[in-house]
């Protein structure tokens, strides 16, 4: 089940809600059984309360029943498969969760024990997603193969990438590993409650983050929010200006975001747009033969790796990938006209024939961002104590080509996960006493 976003304050308002009155004798005789396995009475009480805390849209007994139901085929499953969870993955999955309503796990317990929700309810719930992502992982993602294709569309213009809204944001970005996952939940969830100035958010950044805005205090441009991961762009949504998002996990990194202004913009800025493009320079201008040597280039590249591999000379294929407002005015004349992998050779330059291709066009730079798009140094100094600064990290350059791999997969691990639930449930017995 997903639930959606909250802040502390909705959530000590939840506890005031008036919860649903359950029968009080009988509370661990079973409700609905699934396969065998008995939901209680109990366990649906405590469901509907936590439900009801969180304000998740529905009629609480209903999702609460649905939700546990799919618990137990989860869990089934799970245990079919040999999936098991050690202690440590709970409690950094639990953290997680508390660290949503910027909480610590023992602040999230308390409030919640306050609206009758027992420590126990929360951690079954917190292990039955934790148990099913594990066994979706371990079971579809070797059939999933994403394609350098599939990146380059979900990048391009034409897919919108970098359309509508856009939002001014400060990032830091938290690296982890399994070791250290729990460890930096529970640092990012101690800075979400205490960086809410700019000042602090920035002196944070450079301390903590790996991202390359970090030498920015965090701050990047205005961002179409297409170009941020969905789950990013859910925490932001519930945001207003000046407040810091929980921690979001970005997979191998743990995010903070500070809002610092939205518009709600729909076309694409031409000041996010970016083009990957290559030249060759063929001797002799616009005569047959220059002109012979152009066609036979197109003839054999498909894509702008093949210039590499179709022209001999060293060095002769130009290529680079700039902000469109920073690339030479004939040339981004000749680009305009052009699709990605399009061949122009209108252009002439020192008594040479230009061979002119457009790799990709692309929208995922912040407004504001280096007009050449060059990788960050590995081997900057950092401040002291601050993590190696990684380039693949952070989003004011747009998604990496990895987080765009990383969120075209987790899109389709969805899909099998909610194909698979389906499946379980109709070959399921469930049935009430």
Do not use: H
Request: net charge neutral; hydrophobic share 45%; proline share 7%.
């Amino acid at each position: 089940m997903r639930m959606t976003f909250l802040r502390p304050i909705a959530l000590v308002a939840g506890l005031a809600l008036p919860l649903p009155a359950l029968a009080q004798s009988g509370k661990f005789s079973p409700v609905v059984v699934v396969n065998d396995s008995a939901v209680t009475q109990y366990e649906l009480e405590q469901r509907i309360r936590f439900l009801t805390l969180l304000r998740v849209p529905g009629d609480p007994q209903t999702e609460a029943e649905k939700g546990l139901i799919e618990d137990r085929l989860r869990a089934q499953a799970a245990k079919a498969e040999g999936i098991t969870l050690s202690d440590q993955q709970i409690a950094a999955g639990m953290s997680e969760f508390a660290g949503r309503a910027n909480l610590e796990t023992e602040q999230f317990l308390q409030a919640i024990g306050q609206g009758g929700v027992a420590p126990e309810s929360f951690r079954d719930f917190v292990k039955s997603g934790l148990a099913w992502r594990e066994l979706v992982r371990a079971k579809f993602l070797p059939k999933i193969r994403i394609t350098e294709a599939e990146i380059d569309r979900a990048l391009s213009v034409p897919a919108q990438r970098g359309s509508g809204p856009r939002v001014l944001i400060s990032e830091i970005i938290i690296p982890t590993t399994p070791g250290t996952a729990l460890e930096k939940q529970e640092l990012a969830t101690e800075l979400a409650g205490k960086i809410g100035s700019e000042a602090a958010f920035a002196a944070a950044a450079r301390q903590y983050s790996a991202a390359p805005s970090r030498a920015a205090g965090g701050q990047i441009g205005w961002i179409p929010v297409t170009n941020l991961p969905p789950q990013a762009r859910q925490v932001l949504a519930g945001l207003g200006n000046g407040q810091v998002s929980p921690p979001v996990p970005l997979g191998n990194a743990i995010g903070l975001f500070r809002l610092r202004g939205i518009q709600q913009g729909a076309e694409i800025a031409p000041s996010a747009i970016s083009v990957d493009y290559a030249q060759v320079l063929i001797p002799g201008g616009r005569t047959p033969a220059a002109l012979a040597e152009a066609e036979r280039l197109r003839g054999e590249v498909d894509t702008c790796d093949d210039l590499y591999r179709a022209v001999k000379a060293e060095g002769a294929v130009q290529r680079e990938t700039r902000a469109l407002g920073a690339v030479p005015g004939d040339v981004a004349g000749a680009l305009a006209a052009l699709d990605d992998n399009e061949v122009s050779t209108a252009l002439t330059r020192g008594g040479s024939l230009v061979f002119l291709m457009l790799c990709k066009r692309s929208a995922t730079l912040a407004q504001g961002s280096a007009p050449v798009l060059t990788e960050v140094s590995t081997a900057t100094p950092s401040p002291e104590g601050a993590p190696a600064l990684d380039p693949t990290l952070g989003y004011g350059q747009g998604p990496s080509r990895a987080q765009i791999r990383e969120e075209l997969t987790n899109q389709r691990l969805a899909g099998f996960a909610d194909g698979y639930l389906a499946e379980l449930k109709a070959n399921a017995i469930i049935r009430k006493p």
